[in-house]
């Protein structure tokens, strides 16, 4: 049957069908559906792990445990599961893994644009690279039998176009793979200089044998035509180039570590103009020219974002593709904003009002950032905030009752609780607000420790934020309400004079997972308004600005009636209405 599938479910899909009993992952987008959908299939366990890390760990245990497994991340989580993942490659496997790193060219939902092929490289992993849907289902099987004939786990790389773009799949039926039999094995499994210096010497072998099955591979294939130009290519990418030039020759990358050297100066040998197309970073063309092999690459093309068709037909004189619906006018930008009702609207305009200096974090709340709100700082990596807020307490001539940290729930859990121990055993005065809205929202509402249900939405132990702060040695906690201005206000102002690290928790569930009160709404009272703007510059879309008749005007068809906008106004223009 085939029918049509982003790749992120092909590659579930692929999961499923190679047998795969164990899938974790933390939600991060392009990579959140594969596990999210990979656990729905019966006989699959899937969790959503506190963090990479974690969830690299968990997944290596269950292939050291017999069952073939799935780890899935976005690309940043990957620096994440570092640590364990390098160290992996090493002990190898028993049931096959595979990791999913999806990455974001062009960092549409991300702080950078790093291009995980070098880890391929730098920890001596096979990367495998699908171009379409069906290649994602299709590679993810190989890929388990990749990492059981090498004993390796084996990283399957995705970009952000191929994971939410949709192409016709042909599903298969899953393999019947029985649970590897488990045998205690100290120097294969137990890192110890000692035996990881054997272990090292049969990474090198595995890469001699990598390299062999990579220029036999069928996912490598060169696809001869006019031999005036070759283009070396892989992912997306490919689409990209046959579109727009559909009889050159083309060698087609579906592994791109080890590369098959011997495949690719058989090409380099048949083509007058050799030429590599690869998004991001120069890591096929670097390897190519260190073998000798005349090529071009990255002085025609951007090591910056996406690449297109109609790019790649500018820089190789191909055929540009059909403009299809063309638009008469160019669409104006549409900046992201915080949604109508959200919970963190009010936190960042009480920190710009108190003009505090403020270390944000990973999140929906990062759009705090923004005008009109403009009520953050820095914003490095997930948990950072309150480690950044800690370094510029301890920075000479900082006033620490200025600075705060706000960092998300699921992101507190994910990587802000051990900065907080931090900040109490360095004796440390800074105040963290956990902006809690009981959901990980961003990534679409996943759930995580702290929300009391697993990723099938079954009832789970809650972790208890409060009591884990306080666990921690931070003596001052506090809820508050973060729609109630007045009370967040007086919580900050108290909490800023100490002279002792403080946690105040802005609890309030995403704006998105409640239903609108139906027995009230705002109005405003257009002879109280004076035109003063005020409520327009909490950067809710609820509310808007009739600029001839210098009014705030409601739009009802928004508005959540949160009543943020009523207790900025000045001159008390915006009542609430019952019924």
């Not at 103009?273 to 260190?290: D, G």
């Not at 939405?457 to 972790?463: D, M």
Request: charge should be negative; include cysteine; charged fraction near 25%.
């Amino acid at each position: 049957m085939k029918r049509l599938m982003i790749g992120n479910d092909a590659i579930a899909r692929g999961a499923y069908e190679a047998g795969v009993t164990v899938a974790t992952a933390y939600p991060g987008t392009p990579s959140t559906e594969i596990v999210s959908n990979l656990a729905q299939y019966p006989g699959v366990y899937g969790e959503w792990a506190p963090n990479e890390k974690v969830a690299m760990e968990v997944g290596a245990g269950a292939s050291i445990g017999g069952a073939r497994t799935l780890v899935a991340m976005k690309h940043v989580g990957v620096n994440v599961a570092a640590d364990p993942l390098y160290t992996f490659v090493y002990t190898g496997v028993n049931g096959g893994l595979v990791i999913v790193s999806a990455d974001d060219p062009g960092m549409h939902s991300s702080q950078n644009e790093q291009d995980n092929r070098g880890y391929g490289r730098f920890a001596k992993l096979p990367v495998i690279e699908p171009s379409d849907s069906q290649e994602a289902l299709d590679f993810t099987r190989l890929a388990y039998d990749i990492s059981e004939e090498f004993d390796t786990p084996v990283m399957l790389r995705i970009t952000t176009r191929l994971a939410h773009s949709q192409t016709l799949v042909e599903e298969g039926e899953p393999k019947q793979v029985e649970l590897k039999e488990y045998k205690k094995d100290a120097p294969k499994y137990v890192m110890l200089p000692g035996f990881a210096r054997g272990r090292h010497v049969e990474v090198e072998k595995r890469l001699l044998g990598l390299k062999e099955y990579s220029n036999n591979t069928e996912i490598n294939r060169i696809e001869w035509g006019d031999r005036r130009l070759g283009v070396i290519t892989s992912g997306v990418c490919y689409q990209y180039v046959r579109e727009v030039m559909p009889d050159i020759s083309v060698l087609k990358l579906g592994m791109v570590n080890p590369l098959p050297d011997k495949l690719i100066r058989e090409f380099a040998e048949g083509v007058e103009r050799l030429v590599i197309v690869e998004e991001l970073e120069p890591v096929i063309e670097e390897q190519v020219k260190s073998w000798g092999i005349t090529v071009e690459g990255k002085e025609h093309f951007t090591l910056l974002g996406e690449y297109s068709p109609e790019y790649l037909a500018e820089r190789l004189g191909g055929i540009a593709p059909a403009q299809g619906f063309g638009l008469d006018k160019e669409i104006p930008p549409r900046p992201p904003l915080m949604c109508p009702g959200c919970p963190h609207r009010g936190v960042f305009h009480t920190l710009k009002r108190m003009r505090l200096k403020v270390m944000g974090d990973i999140g929906c709340y990062t759009l705090g950032a923004l005008s009109p709100l403009d009520g953050m700082d820095a914003c490095v990596c997930m948990g950072a905030s309150i480690g950044m807020a800690m370094g510029m307490e301890k920075a000479q001539g900082v006033d620490p009752s200025k600075i705060v940290a706000v960092i998300g729930d699921s992101t507190f859990v994910h990587s802000g609780i051990t900065p907080l121990i931090d900040i109490v055993y360095n004796q440390g005065t800074s105040t963290i607000v956990i902006l809690d809205n009981s959901t990980t929202a961003m990534t679409g509402h996943q759930d995580h420790p702290a929300t009391g249900l697993t990723i099938k939405k079954e009832p789970a132990p809650k972790l208890d934020l409060e009591a884990l702060v306080r666990a921690v040695g931070i003596k001052n906690v506090r809820v508050v309400d973060p729609l109630q201005l007045d009370e967040l206000r007086s919580a900050l102002e108290e909490e800023l004079q100490r002279r002792e690290p403080s946690v105040i928790i802005a609890r309030r569930s995403c704006a998105l997972l409640v239903k609108p009160p139906v027995n009230k709404k705002m109005v405003i009272e257009n002879d109280l308004c004076t035109g003063c703007k005020l409520c327009i510059r909490i950067g809710c879309t609820g509310i808007y600005f009739i600029e001839d008749e210098n009014l705030a005007a409601i739009n009802p068809t928004t508005c959540v009636s949160c009543e943020v906008c009523a207790q900025v106004c000045t001159f008390d223009a915006i009542k609430i209405v019952e019924g």
